[in-house]
């Protein structure tokens, strides 16, 4: 399995732009689905976005499309996320993940195969 690292985490003012980044282990991230997922206090873990092998296709959740932006770079086993326009309401633990499906979708917890430990990221109004 494919190990997760997350980090640019922060403390943002609404409106401003945060860039997360989640570096890979392993020879096999390229044949995996990368996707984002976040947890508020008190809430359940959400899907956030996600991005297929090649990079090709992508899928926002309805929260957060026009504003955050998701890549990635296999030569580098690294995906990002771009957040633009942030709001309170982004306030959550971000989580990088690993999985299975072809990136035009929703990714299902349940395919998911391996979670990174989570990056704080904090916007304050």
């Known amino acids: 399995q494919v190990q997760l690292v997350e980090s640019g985490g922060g403390l943002v003012q609404a409106g401003g732009s945060l860039r997360l980044s989640c570096a890979a282990s392993g020879r096999t991230f390229s044949s995996y689905v990368m996707g984002w997922f976040r947890q508020a206090p008190g809430k359940a873990r959400e899907f956030v976005t996600v991005?297929?092998?090649?990079?090709?296709?992508?899928y926002y959740s309805d929260s957060v499309k026009g504003r955050f932006t998701i890549s990635r770079d296999n030569a580098k086993n690294t995906v990002y996320l771009q957040m633009n326009s942030l709001k309170p309401e982004d306030t959550a633990v971000y989580y990088c993940?690993?999985?299975?499906?072809?990136?035009?979708?929703?990714?299902?917890?349940?395919?998911?195969?391996?979670w990174g430990q989570g990056t704080q990221v904090t916007v304050s109004s």
């Open positions: 991005i297929s092998c090649s990079g090709g296709s992508t």
């Open positions: 993940a690993a999985g299975s499906g072809a990136g035009r979708t929703p990714l299902l917890q349940s395919n998911v195969h391996s």
